[in-house]
């Protein structure tokens, strides 16, 4: 299994506060990906990172914002914490997505409820 | 939205060949199709992917039609281990990176 790590993988917080959540990984792959999923959703794409300090928007960006200041760590952040971003959040590696067939690897997923 | 459409669930009987279907018949000449699955509360695992050529690896084969505007997943052994949701994805190629646009899958139940 590709070496990626999600913290925490749980977590309950309260309406209004801030959350980060880590996606560490031991590949040295270039790109990171933030994917949430909800039922009914299938994944949907947040941010991805195709290099140190290189972000970009996905398709649910709003609400959420992400760094990179090292190869191996991701973190998605969410400002201030509403109810509809109870979701379960997913992050990927993927080597080079300008080589056809370069899959992505996901992590095990972090469970945020906010109350 | 998904550039791809799935029956949302199908049945399986152990030790038989489950053939998952899929259409994507707005796909361009560039774009691959690719399979990955999800058991229940893991994330993601990548299957297979192919261009126009039908594909095999270790794990299923993926038959893709001549004009390209459907596929079918196959497990040649399903076994319970098998029971996901499963994806078909046509990677939309944006230049810097590969997204993936997942559907809302199929659903496969192998039954004892």
């Known amino acids: 299994d590709a070496g990626i790590t999600q913290s925490p993988r749980h977590k309950v917080t309260e309406t209004g506060t801030p959350v980060t959540l880590r996606c560490h990984q031991t590949?040295?792959?270039?790109?990171m990906y933030w994917y949430r999923q909800d039922p009914g959703h299938g994944l949907r794409l947040i941010h991805y990172?195709?290099?140190?300090?290189?972000?970009d928007k996905g398709e649910v960006s709003d609400g959420y914002s992400v760094s990179r200041s090292k190869t191996e760590d991701f973190l998605l952040t969410l400002e201030s914490a509403t109810s509809s971003q109870t979701s379960v959040y997913f992050c990927?590696?993927?080597?080079?997505?300008?080589?056809?067939?370069?899959?992505?690897?996901f992590g095990p997923g972090t469970r945020l409820t906010v109350t | 939205d998904a550039k791809t459409t799935q029956p949302p669930s199908m049945d399986c009987a152990e030790g038989r060949a489950a053939n998952l279907p899929c259409n994507h018949s707005?796909?361009?000449?560039?774009?691959?199709v690719y399979w990955y699955r999800q058991i229940h509360s893991q994330g993601p695992q990548y299957i297979i992917h192919?261009?126009?050529n039908n594909e095999t690896n270790e794990m299923a084969s993926l038959i893709i039609t001549e004009d390209r505007k459907s596929s079918t997943l196959i497990l040649p052994h399903a076994t319970l281990r098998d029971t996901a949701v499963y994806y078909c994805?046509?990677?939309?190629?944006?230049?810097?990176?590969?997204?993936?646009?997942f559907g809302t899958g199929t659903l496969l139940a192998v039954q004892p």
């Open positions: 990927a590696i993927s080597e080079s997505p300008g080589l056809a067939g370069r899959e992505q690897y």
């Open positions: 590949e040295n792959h270039r790109y």
């Open positions: 990172s195709y290099g140190v300090k290189d972000t």
């Open positions: 707005t796909i361009s000449g560039n774009e691959y």
């Open positions: 192919g261009l126009k």
């Open positions: 994805i046509v990677r939309v190629d944006t230049g810097a990176t590969n997204k993936l646009i």
